[in-house]
């Protein structure tokens, strides 16, 4: 709201407002302009005391400006009811003018068949092969693919690997799907083509066999030349260079291996009986301290032992070292620990092919064979686990993937109607080996263990919680106990920079970790 104090601006600016608003155009004729510039004297009730001085007379009145049209907006006035319902009269008087009628009546008089067949004469249809050359030999129609491939195969094709179309990834959405690149050394005298790109969906279930499987299914679905011959046991993959030249030097891959456990994306699907055989030449394993050992190729079974003690001695640097020192070696049946051979005999005349590497002045100790315990080396090799993964609302089945360099969490898929059932299916996980930082036992009981693994996220320290058996639990212990002492990383020695030591309640040793800002128990 504004406050005015002219009074005779104010009764203009009225009278211009009542102009403009006006949509019937009275108020011109009724509001003039000679009243708007009258004087403030002319009305009583506005002198007062507090009012203005008077205009000066030679002053021109107030008024308000000339209204004028807008010539750059043309409008027109709206057609009224009655002219639009005349027009449309007119238009179908118009319309009606061009319509004939004729009014159908029955004729009483009976007409007879030649006056019908007059009437309603048949006339001759002429078909576009009557009217081209009768010389030319008439071509039989055309006919699609689909047609030929259903009057070839009525009953459709038969795939015998259909069981392996499962693991296909091209028809699979929003799925993590890897593609390997497969050369085919198939025939008679095979030779390295174009690959076949297959792409494969759960790696870390799916096995060697099932990747045959589903290219020998992909091979046989786009009809390829030559066809196959057998079952998936008839062929095997190898690695293969990016020209697909195979690497013969390197086995097959194992067929019962899980396809997640190698990283080459460049294979070759080979029949068996094209494979190569292996040399005939003799393989001696030696084990040395430690969980390590060599392998000595020789050509047959007159070598001595003492040149195969060399052969070893001079491929390990550490053995050079204390020959240097002034210690020896000796040799011993891997199964008859103790027993020292004599160095001069041949190798066929130990009828053996595994020994150990014995020092001089140590003795190997015969232990129990345990399957819990593990080597280094067999340690940091990949190896999968079926567990159950604890959440904080429920639980699922899980495949744990441990090797030297990852650490995995594959859940997998849960049957409709089980108990304790998560309300969300957990996505996978997977940790650099370096990022896990503790797994340790939390409980056991009915031949059940709970273990617990530590891995550092992105701002804090995450816990995983899994449910086995006792003797897998052990097993999984066994292997991350191995990792660790084999590769130390930072974050596991942040980890435990921040863990207190060990607190006594009630005379009992108990673990107790602070649970500070860095650390969230997520499971």
């Known amino acids: 709201m504004a406050t005015y104090d002219d009074r005779q601006w104010i009764l203009s600016h009225i009278q211009n407002s009542y102009v403009t608003s ?24 506005l002198a007062d005391s507090d009012s203005p001085p ?60 030649n006056e019908l067949n007059e ?11 009557d009217v081209s050359d009768f010389s030319r030999p008439r071509q039989p129609p055309p006919t699609s693919l689909l047609t030929r491939l259903v009057q070839q195969y009525p009953e459709g094709i038969k795939n015998p690997f259909i069981e392996y179309a499962k693991y296909d990834g091209t028809t699979h959405t929003n799925v993590q799907a890897r593609r390997i690149s497969v050369y085919l050394l198939l025939g008679d005298n095979p030779s390295p083509s174009y690959p076949m790109v297959v792409s494969v969906v759960n790696c870390h279930q799916a096995r060697v066999s099932d990747l045959i499987g589903l290219i020998c299914w992909l091979y046989t679905k786009e ?20 020209d697909g030249q195979v690497d013969w030097d390197f086995q097959a891959l194992n067929n019962r291996d899980v396809i997640e456990k190698f990283g080459f994306n460049i294979l070759a699907l080979v029949e068996k009986k094209n494979v190569p055989e292996a040399s005939k030449d003799i393989v001696v394993t030696l084990n040395v301290a430690g969980g390590a050992f060599s392998k000595i190729t020789v050509e047959n079974f007159d070598i ?32 008859e620990p103790g027993i020292a051979l004599d160095l001069e005999k041949t ?51 899980a495949c744990l993937g441990i090797s030297g360099d990852k650490f995995e969490i594959h859940p997998l898929q849960q049957k409709m109607g089980g108990a304790f059932l998560p309300l969300r299916t957990p996505h996978a996980v997977t940790y650099n ?33 899994f449910e086995c058996e006792a003797k897998i639990g052990q097993e999984i212990l066994d292997k991350c106990k191995h990792i660790f002492d084999l590769r130390t990383s930072t974050a596991r020695k942040e980890f435990w920079r921040e863990k207190k030591p060990f607190r006594r309640h009630n005379s009992l040793s108990m673990r107790h970790r602070p649970r500070t800002a860095n650390h969230a128990n997520e499971v």
């Open 119 to 129: 009437l309603f004469s048949r006339k001759a249809v002429i078909s576009a092969a």
């Open 54 to 113: 008077p205009h000066i007379q030679d002053e021109p009145p107030p008024h308000s400006l000339e209204i004028a049209s807008d010539m750059d907006f043309v409008g027109h006035r709206q057609r009224s009811y009655t002219d639009q319902r005349l027009e449309i009269m007119r238009k179908e008087k118009k319309n009606a003018s061009k319509i004939k009628r004729i009014t159908w009546k029955h004729n009483p008089a009976q007409i007879n068949e």
């Open 22 to 45: 006006d949509d019937t155009g009275l108020c011109e004729v009724v509001v003039q302009n000679e009243p708007a510039a009258a004087s403030v004297a002319e009305f009583p009730c």
């Open 223 to 242: 009809n390829r030349e030559p066809p196959l011959r057998g079952s998936v046991e008839n062929y095997a993959l190898h690695i293969a260079e990016e």
């Open 347 to 397: 190798l066929a005349d130990v009828n053996c092919t595994e020994f150990a590497v014995v020092r001089d002045n140590s003795k190997r100790i015969d232990l129990p064979l345990d399957p819990s315990n593990m080597s280094t080396v067999e340690a940091t090799l990949y190896r999968s686990y079926k567990v159950t993964w604890l959440l904080k609302l429920g639980k699922c089945e």
């Open 304 to 335: 001595t032992l003492k040149e195969i003690l060399n052969r070893t001695i001079t491929k390990r640097k550490d053995m050079g070292r204390i020959i240097d020192a002034g210690l020896d070696y000796h040799l011993e049946r891997e199964n």
């Open 433 to 465: 080996m370096e990022l896990v930082v503790d797994c340790s036992r939390k409980a056991e009981k009915k031949g059940k263990m709970e273990i617990q693994v530590t891995c550092q996220g992105e701002n804090r320290f995450k816990d995983y919680l």
